[in-house]
């Protein structure tokens, strides 16, 4: 089955740099890249996500890339504020399964 | 509103007791599944439904069952709970695979 490795564990950035989130998955055949956030206390959301055709997404501050022959994606945030401050999860999964694996998430702390 | 609804959102049970977690979703979705959340090891799917009658097994479902009798609710079973089953559970539902919307989760402590 699919395997899902995320690094850092945990993450701490002054408040205006940016931070990077790196996720690697095992199953080439996995088509399908969201991240969520959770903040303390409730549950998770999704941010954004990238499909396998395209190599890069952006969103205002937030952004993902994806390369496939390596097998890994990464969540760039840009000029970080308080409110980033969560817990941070990547996942794959085959478009159209509802079989989704995540990591095992980040926590990122912006300090101010 | 839509939304994801779990019931009930915390408890406290005693091994071997039957527990049963209801899920219920407004929202018309196809599917659902549900996840247990532990520190460290992240979401970890226990089910998932891809429509009614339909259900198959995520990445961690010993001790757990499920059934999908209508397209609203997804319960999960706990038949003969154990302490390693305490833990953080959300249910999800999604269009179509893709966004996954959560429930607000349901703590349950095994003693």
């Known amino acids: 089955g699919e395997n899902v490795e995320q690094h850092p564990s945990t993450l701490s950035v002054q408040e205006g740099d940016s931070a990077v989130i790196k996720c690697t998955y095992s199953d080439s055949a996995s088509n399908y890249f969201p991240w969520y956030k959770q903040e303390l206390g409730k549950r998770p959301q999704l941010i954004i996500d990238?499909?396998?055709?395209?190599g890069e997404k952006k969103d205002q501050r937030i952004a993902v890339t994806l390369n496939k022959t390596a097998k890994h994606f990464s969540l760039h945030i840009t000029e970080t504020q308080p409110e980033d401050s969560a817990v941070y999860f990547c996942a794959a999964s085959k478009f159209g399964n509802e079989k989704l694996t995540f990591g095992t998430g980040t926590r990122l702390t912006i300090i101010p | 509103e839509a939304q994801v609804t779990q019931n009930p959102r915390y408890l406290i049970t005693v091994t071997g007791k039957k527990l049963t977690v209801t899920c219920s979703q407004n929202m018309n979705h196809e599917y659902m599944s549900w996840y247990r959340q532990d520190p460290g090891l992240g979401l970890r799917q226990i089910y998932y439904?891809?429509?009614?009658?339909?259900?198959d097994k995520g990445d961690v479902p010993e001790g757990y069952k499920v059934s999908r009798k209508e397209k609203r609710n997804f319960p999960l079973i706990l038949e003969s709970p154990s302490p390693n089953q305490t833990s953080l559970y959300f249910c999800?539902?999604?269009?179509?695979?893709?966004?996954?919307?959560f429930g607000p989760g349901t703590r349950p402590t095994v003693l």
């Open positions: 999800a539902s999604s269009l179509s695979g893709l966004e996954q919307f």
């Open positions: 990238i499909r396998s055709n395209v």
């Open positions: 439904s891809m429509n009614v009658e339909v259900t």
